[in-house]
Nanobody, 116 residues
Framework: VQLVESGGGLVQPGGSLRLSCAGS????????MSWYRQTPGQERGLVAG????????YYGDSVKGRFTISRDNAKNMVYLQMNSLKPEDTAVYYC??????????WGQGTQVTVSS
């Protein structure tokens, strides 16, 4: 089982980034998917989640209206479009897959830094 994030980097405040997460080794379309983020000394917190079919999404209050989660089950991919980025969005972003029957998988994380 693998979840591999990509797309992180350094961006100026107000800019945009698109994170991608590629899943392999499991039945991707049967898992709800989500993005979490973590800063040093803090617990990992939910950013956004999406159901198996991709037609229902939810967001953390701090990113509502700025971030959009989506998925492509044919490609085993989940995305996080991040717009109007702020310095407080700086964190390591993690992809997570959840199945009630089987369990939870995590990716290794990708660093996002928002700074001028």
């Amino acid at each position: 089982v693998q979840l591999v994030e990509s797309g992180g980097g350094l961006v100026q405040p107000g800019g945009s980034l698109r994170l991608s997460c590629a899943g392999s080794g499991f039945a991707f379309s049967y898992y709800s998917m989500s993005w979490y983020r973590q800063t040093p000394g803090q617990e990992r917190g939910l950013v956004a989640g999406i159901n198996t079919g991709g037609d229902s999404a939810y967001y953390g209050d701090s990113v509502k209206g700025r971030f959009t989660i989506s998925r492509d089950n044919a490609k085993n991919m989940v995305y996080l479009q991040m717009n109007s980025l702020k310095p407080e969005d700086t964190a390591v972003y993690y992809c997570r897959a959840d199945s009630e029957d089987i369990g939870t998988y995590w990716g290794q994380g990708t660093q996002v830094t928002v700074s001028s």
